[in-house]
């Protein structure tokens, strides 16, 4: 897995975007609404972001809150 300074250079800038928005409490209804895209093109960069930075999937884990806490670590 890369360190997530190295991982958050993987993203595009619009999933920068997305996770920023993700960041600020944003739901994916709240996130298409601002950029001008559908859900699920939100959810599409929401998946990448969560592979890119290597975001737990398991069934106790929240994947935003982890790559929001990942985004904040590297960008506070």
Known sequence: ?????????????????????????????????TLFVTRKTVEFHTQNIFRKLGVPAGQHDNRRVHAVLTFLHETG
């Open 1 to 33: 897995m890369l360190a997530a300074h190295d991982a958050l250079a993987e993203l595009t800038s619009r999933e920068h975007e997305v996770l920023s928005l993700i960041a600020t409490g944003r739901s994916d209804l709240g996130i298409s609404a």
